[in-house]
């Protein structure tokens, strides 16, 4: 993060923009490391320090995003503001992961998944937790300093519970929605979990139905504001290109197979992206984990594919999506992403870097 949005005023809905930036922005590229489903066991937590030093020997790498689920969807949740704790959670378990992410010798931007917050409710996750509950958790553990970064470089970045819209003071809750600049990109992160965006129904006694409702209209909101803060800035600021990060596969098949989660509840947010991508008229980068295997489309480049119809949304062929390798598949890989706005074509280089070939093996 060379450069940062600094003392900005969104141009989202309903406001006018009276921001500045630093001055010694620059059009040099900028590497990251993406990942995400990371540590999904106990096992891959005590080697974590093989993805750690990994990233830190890559003296390129500027930046660590991590699109959430920081355990499997299998595991128990934290149990979060419930006294006496749920016997079947694992109240430590997020303070563990947050001191590995601050193991990383560069700034951490992470994005909360589904399985740390959203399912906690369900059997298979050991009706660990209450969603809201746990997502209160999330947020006073990971993003208890509104506008840092985690990561052994704290860095300022812009946090929608500073920069809402006035007109919605709601939005202030959504801490953990980010924005920042780097090498002339405008990089946005949204909490849009799996299970078909928290639309699948609470249950064993954590069932409460207008909490539940409201949760997903009000977060859905204010992360459609807040994309369409970050394409406002990107027209202002004259960048070269968006990078969208959060966690849901908005696309996964899986989920539209027989008993499948769906996908209806991202169509909103999805025709909205569509319809600034298209706009905006730039490289749009969209960057989530939840389905696990490695991929890169461009799924809104044809209305008429598989993928473009799902969502209904307006072809938008600058749209490149990636989906980051999930830690329990082999190889284990972390994903290098070098963007150089100087580029005439495809700013996005795509790198998989191996840190170990056995993810579940003893010899990892």
């Known amino acids: 993060m060379k450069t940062l949005l600094a003392a900005t005023v969104l141009i989202a809905a309903g406001l006018t923009s009276a921001a500045t930036i630093a001055d010694d922005t620059r059009n040099d590229r900028v590497t990251i490391a993406v990942f995400g489903d990371w540590p999904y066991s106990q096992f891959l937590l005590d080697k974590a320090s093989r993805l750690i030093d990994s990233v830190n020997a890559d003296p390129e790498v500027s930046l660590v995003i991590h699109v959430g689920d920081i355990h499997s969807g299998s595991m128990p949740c934290t149990s979060a503001g419930i006294l006496p704790p749920i016997p079947s959670s694992n109240p430590g378990w997020n303070q563990e992961i947050y001191y590995q992410f601050q193991q990383f010798g560069m700034p951490v931007v992470y994005t909360p998944g589904d399985n740390e917050w959203t399912d906690c409710h369900k059997t298979k996750e050991s009706k660990s937790g209450a969603p809201l509950n746990e997502l209160a958790s999330v947020r006073d553990l990971f993003f208890a300093r509104p506008g840092h970064t985690l990561g052994s470089q704290d860095t300022e970045v812009l946090s929608q519970a500073q920069y809402f819209d006035p007109a919605h003071p709601e939005d202030a809750d959504y801490v953990e929605n980010v924005m920042w600049e780097d090498a002339k990109v405008i990089f946005v992160t949204l909490n849009m979990p799996g299970s078909n965006n928290d639309k699948l129904a609470w249950t064993n006694g954590f069932e409460k139905q207008p909490e539940h409702d409201n949760e997903v209209k009000n977060r859905t909101a204010a992360d459609i ?98 989906t980051v390798q999930g830690s329990t598949n082999a190889p284990a890989e972390w994903l290098r992403l070098t963007i150089d706005p100087r580029s005439n074509s495809n700013p996005f280089v795509l790198k998989n870097v191996p840190y170990c070939q056995n993810p579940l093996g003893l010899t990892c």
Do not use: C
């Open 225 to 322: 504001r807040w994309l369409q803060g970050a394409f406002a800035e990107a027209d202002h600021r004259n960048a070269k290109a968006v990078v969208v990060t959060l966690q849901a596969d908005m696309w996964d098949p899986a989920a539209l197979a027989v008993g499948g989660d769906g996908l209806n509840g991202y169509t909103t947010f999805v025709q909205e992206l569509a319809k600034r991508a298209v706009q905006f008229g730039k490289p749009v980068l969209l960057l989530n984990g939840d389905s696990h295997l490695y991929e890169v489309d461009f799924p809104l480049a044809d209305p008429n594919s598989t993928t473009g119809q799902i969502h209904h949304a307006a072809a938008a062929p600058n749209l490149m999506r990636v």
